[in-house]
């Protein structure tokens, strides 16, 4: 009988593991096909217009308020892309390590080119 409770327990605790592992998923909403993406010089992958990246691999990933924190890069062909330094300020950040994330990946035009960001799915 032992054995079995064990057995249960055993089972019991590897689902549960599994569930609470981080997920997080990008809608690329810019319209257009980028390579390089990054999130504070950390690489994501590339990411076809119209397409869902999946990040699974990650063990932490930090928040301020609902959308991830830090600079987005990426390369867009024949865009280009803001390069000034924009101070980010680290007030209510939070970092998580479990749980199913979803954020659009969207673009800002201005005069010094383009700025990718996060918004909440």
């Known amino acids: ?13 590897i689902r549960i593991s599994k569930c609470e592992k981080l997920q997080i998923k990008i809608y690329n909403k810019t319209g257009f096909d980028i390579q ?6 950390v690489y994501m992958g590339d990411i076809k217009k119209d397409s869902i990246l999946i990040l699974s691999n990650w063990k932490e990933i930090k928040f ?3 959308v991830p924190f830090g600079k987005i890069k990426g390369y867009i062909k024949g865009l280009k892309e ?3 330094n924009h101070i980010i300020c ?14 659009d990946l969207v673009i800002y035009f201005y005069k010094f080119g383009y700025l990718l960001y996060f918004s909440p799915h």
């Open 90 to 103: 680290g007030t209510g950040v939070s970092a998580v390590n479990n749980g199913k994330y979803e954020f």
């Open 64 to 66: 301020q308020g609902k």
């Open 36 to 41: 390089y993406l990054r999130l504070s010089d």
């Open 82 to 84: 803001d390069e000034s």
């Open 1 to 13: 009988m032992k054995i079995i409770i064990y057995i249960l327990f055993f089972f019991t605790s």
